[in-house]
């Protein structure tokens, strides 16, 4: 894992994060939305999580156009905020434990772990920048 993160430009970090992001936006608003009933997530919490990966999304694909130099605090912010999403999003899992199916359970659980990952290896590559 730590020879992965060293060859791992900054740039490149904003890219992936923006993409990541992009299909987290796409499947909470979209998928999760449409089949609602094998998620449970209530549609009013899908759209704003939705809003807040769409954000997400704009200001990594802005760092990866715009940010060629000084990476550092742009891929710390990120990755702060990806932290951020996690906790907010774990507590509407305990918020909303009894619409949740199990399906529902999984779809955010990998979501965290995912971008848990995905913020770990943010502030690594971020270590390295300058």
């Known amino acids: 894992m730590n020879k992965l993160i060293q060859n791992i430009q900054p740039r490149q970090m904003f890219l992936i994060d923006g993409l990541g992001a992009l299909v987290s936006a796409l499947l909470l608003g979209i998928v999760l939305v449409q089949f609602n009933d094998l998620f449970g997530m209530p549609v009013k919490v899908l759209y704003p999580l939705a809003d807040i990966a769409l954000a997400f999304c704009v200001y990594s694909l802005a ?7 000084k990476a550092k605090p742009y891929l710390q912010l ?3 905020l990806n ?3 996690c906790l907010l999003t774990i507590i509407l899992v305990f918020y909303h434990h009894n619409t949740l199916s199990v399906l529902g359970y999984l779809y955010f659980v990998g979501e965290i772990i995912i971008i848990t990952l995905l913020a770990y290896i943010e502030f690594s590559v971020a270590g390295k920048a300058s």
Not at 63 to 69: F, R
């Open 78 to 80: 990120i990755a702060v």
């Open 63 to 69: 760092c990866y156009l715009l940010v060629k130099k």
């Open 83 to 85: 932290l951020l999403y």
